[in-house]
Nanobody, 119 residues
Framework: VQLQASGGGLVQPGGSLRLSCAAS????????MGWYRQAPGKQRELVST???????NYADSVKGRYTISRDNAKNTVYLQLNSLKPEDTAVYYC??????????????WGQGTQVTVSS
């Protein structure tokens, strides 16, 4: 299973970006899909998750500014980032909790996409 993340870039404060992460490979089902981020010198932190049923969860720091969504037919998770702040600068990683057939649940991480918020 591979995750391909895209959509990062350089944006001015107040700007917007949309991140995408597409999963490919032998996947029967994906439970939780999510986004994490890691800023320089800091630990990786949870940004947002979305369950297979559509329930969402957000870090307090991004509530009201970020929106997570998913397209189950495409095994893809999205993260809309609005009203970006310099402190949102980080490498953003996607993560999925997936299963193939009756096998065990497994976790896969994407390679990360850089988001830089600067004037």
């Amino acid at each position: 299973v591979q995750l391909q993340a895209s959509g990062g870039g350089l944006v001015q404060p107040g700007g917007s970006l949309r991140l995408s992460c597409a999963a490919s490979g032998s996947i029967s089902s994906i439970n939780v899909m999510g986004w994490y981020r890691q800023a320089p010198g800091k630990q990786r932190e949870l940004v947002s998750t979305i369950s297979s049923g559509g329930s969402t969860n957000y870090a307090d720091s991004v509530k009201g500014r970020y929106t997570i969504s998913r397209d189950n037919a495409k095994n893809t998770v999205y993260l809309q980032l609005n009203s970006l702040k310099p402190e949102d600068t980080a490498v953003y990683y996607c993560k999925i909790d997936w299963r193939y057939g009756l096998g065990p649940r497994r976790v896969a991480w994407g390679q990360g996409t850089q988001v830089t918020v600067s004037s």
